[in-house]
C-alpha cells in the first residue's frame, strides 16, 4: 500500500463547502485587511490554546522580526540559535542587524541543548531563540535558567509547535514572545501565508499590535517604527474554519506517532524521543538512521514518501559562510542533517497506510 508524504487535499477537500462560503462572506464584507475575521481567529486562537491574547500576522517570519525588535536586537548583539531548523529562525536576527550565533542541538529531541547554550553566551548575547523542533517542546525549564542567569530575552519558535505542552502548559508562554506559522503544511495551515504572535508580558503583546501596523498609535500618528505584518482577511476566514478541527487532527497525528513507535523496529533506527516533560503534536515523525539515503530509496520503491528535512544545517548555508563556522562545529545537528529522514505525517492517513510505512521501515535490509 502505497503513503505519500503529505496529502492536503483530503483535508480540504471536506473542509472546502464550509471554507468558500467563509471566504465569501469576507470577500462580501470587504474584510481584506485586519477586520473581523482576524478578531475572531485571535480570539479563538487564545481561548483555545491558553493564551491571554494572540495577534495574528501574515507569516512566521514576520512574527520573528516583531519578537526581535521589541528585544531591541541591534549591531553589535549576539543571539543564541539552535543551527538544526528553518533558515527564518535567523532571519529575524540579520533583519535587525544582530549576528545569530549557533549552539548545538540534543542527539534524542532535535532541541536546543541547554549546556550549549550556556556555552555559547558571552559579554554580548543578548537573547535567545528556542525552536520546539518537529513539534516537541524543548527543555524550559534548563534554558530559562540559563537566560535568567544572564538576563536573556527569550523568544519561542512555535512553528511547528500549534497546540503542544510544556509540563502543562502550552509552549510560547515560557520565553518573552512566542511565534507561530500557519504555512499550509503546518499543523494549523492557511490557504497561504499567516502566523501569529504571543506573549505572557502585556507590554510585549501591546508593542507587537503597534509593530505590527507601521506603529501607529492612531491613524496617520506612528510612535513607534513599525512595519506591515498584518494577517489578511482571507487567510483568517479559512483559519476560523480550520480552528475547531485542530485538537482531533493533534489526537490523530499523536495515535499515528503511538502506532510507528511501536511498530517501528528497525535496527540503527532512531525514533523521536519521548520524554515526560513534554507532549509533542508531531508536526514531523522523523527518525534517524546511518544508512539514511539507502532507507529512504527502499521506501520510495516500497510507494512510501519521504522527505529529507534540513539536510544542511545554518552554520553550514552558504548565507551564514561569514560568520566563520565549519564542518564539525556542531555536531549533533550535522549528524541530525546526514542520518534523518520524516516519514509520512498528517491526520488523514488510514491505519493500513500507517501500518505499511512501519513494515516497509522495517523491511530494509
Given amino acids: 500500500m502505497k503513503a505519500p508524504f503529505l496529502d492536503l487535499g483530503p483535508q480540504h477537500r471536506a473542509l472546502r463547502g464550509e471554507a468558500l462560503a467563509a471566504l465569501a462572506a469576507t470577500y462580501d464584507a470587504t474584510r481584506f485587511c485586519l477586520g473581523k475575521d482576524v478578531e475572531d481567529f485571535e480570539r479563538g486562537f487564545a481561548s483555545s490554546l491558553g493564551y491571554p491574547s494572540a495577534l495574528g500576522v501574515n507569516s512566521g517570519t514576520s512574527a520573528l522580526h516583531i519578537a526581535c525588535m521589541i528585544a531591541g536586537f541591534g549591531p553589535g548583539d549576539e543571539i543564541v540559535v539552535p543551527p538544526f531548523t528553518f533558515i527564518a529562525t535567523a532571519w529575524g536576527v540579520t533583519y535587525v542587524g544582530a549576528r545569530p550565533v549557533f549552539a548545538d542541538i540534543e542527539d534524542g529531541t532535535f532541541n536546543l541543548d541547554p549546556a550549549a547554550l550556556e556555552a555559547a553566551i558571552t559579554p554580548r548575547t543578548k537573547g535567545v531563540i528556542v525552536v520546539h523542533l518537529f513539534g516537541l517542546p524543548a527543555r524550559m525549564d534548563e534554558i530559562m535558567a ?154 520510495a520503491g516500497c510507494g512510501i514518501g519521504t522527505d529529507l528535512i534540513y539536510p544542511l544545517p545554518l552554520h553550514l548555508q552558504r548565507c551564514f559562510a561569514g560568520l566563520g563556522y565549519g564542518k564539525g562545529s556542531f555536531p549533533a545537528a550535522e549528524r541530525a542533517a546526514e542520518t534523518c529522514v520524516s516519514l509520512p505525517m498528517f491526520p488523514e492517513l488510514s491505519d493500513d497506510q500507517v501500518h505499511a510505512v512501519a513494515e516497509a521501515v522495517n523491511a530494509f535490509r
Fill in 146 to 299: 540559563v537566560a535568567r542567569k544572564h538576563g536573556l530575552f527569550v523568544i519561542e519558535d512555535c512553528a511547528q509547535a500549534v497546540g503542544a505542552r510544556y509540563k502543562g502548559a502550552p509552549a510560547g508562554l515560557f520565553g518573552d514572545a512566542g511565534t507561530f506559522s500557519f504555512y499550509p503544511t503546518k499543523n494549523l495551515g492557511g490557504c497561504g501565508e499567516g502566523g501569529a504572535f504571543v506573549s505572557r508580558r502585556a507590554d510585549v503583546a501591546a508593542k507587537a499590535r503597534l509593530i505590527r501596523v507601521h506603529g501607529m498609535e492612531k491613524r496617520y500618528h506612528h510612535g513607534i517604527v513599525g512595519g506591515n505584518f498584518r494577517l489578511d482577511g482571507f487567510q483568517a476566514a479559512v483559519l476560523n474554519v480550520k480552528l475547531p478541527h485542530l485538537p482531533s487532527w493533534t489526537a490523530r497525528r499523536r495515535s499515528i506517532a503511538r502506532s510507528y513507535l511501536a511498530g517501528i523496529r528497525l535496527e540503527g533506527a532512531r525514533l523521536p524521543a519521548v520524554p515526560a516533560y513534554g507532549e509533542s503534536v508531531y508536526h514531523q515523525f522523523t527518525i534517524t538512521h546511518p544508512r539514511r539515503d539507502a532507507l529512504r530509496e527502499h521506501l
